[in-house]
């Protein structure tokens, strides 16, 4: 939506004998899309805040969980989420949809997520279990001897 409103910012270059006749046209235009645009946003900041809530109760919900097996199966489901956003952004916008602005979408989401110390705890149980293994199993097999 930003990528848009600058878009129609941009598009205000006029010539000198189209001022006269254009702008006043463009401006009406203009503020009517302003207008959608932030009917949009407002829309889409509301459906975030409900979608963000309701992530937060189910990861309540999941603290009895293994922690690894909830992440493995989120990042199983997550690239087939991620494509289907992706492409429903590329029907709505057409042309002016921007792969780049997508990819920064998508960052923003894992930092709202906070996905990267989710990540790191992640990592740090899977270590932690593996040496706990590793242990176990050089204890055992010191005990057979």
């Keep these: 939506m930003r990528s848009e409103k600058n878009l129609l910012l941009v598009s205000l270059a006029y010539t000198e004998e189209d001022a006269a006749d254009k ?3 463009d401006i009406a235009a203009m503020e009517q899309s302003l207008k ?3 009917e949009q946003e407002q829309k889409y900041s509301t459906e ?3 979608a963000l809530n309701e992530y937060a109760g189910l990861r309540e ?3 009895g969980f293994n922690l ?3 992440y493995e199966a989120r990042q199983a489901i997550r690239p087939g989420k991620e494509q289907e956003a992706e492409n429903r952004a590329q029907e709505v916008y057409g042309e002016k949809y921007n792969p780049l ?3 920064d979408s998508k960052k923003s989401v894992s930092r709202m ?3 990267d110390i989710e990540r790191q705890a992640v990592r740090r149980m899977m270590r932690q279990a593996h040496k706990e293994q590793q242990t176990f199993q050089k204890k055992k097999s010191e005990q057979e001897r």
């Design 23 to 25: 702008f006043p046209k």
């Design 36 to 38: 959608r645009l932030e």
């Design 48 to 50: 975030l805040d409900a």
């Design 61 to 63: 919900q999941a603290q």
């Design 68 to 70: 690894v097996q909830l």
């Design 101 to 103: 602005l997508m990819f």
């Design 113 to 115: 997520l906070h996905e």
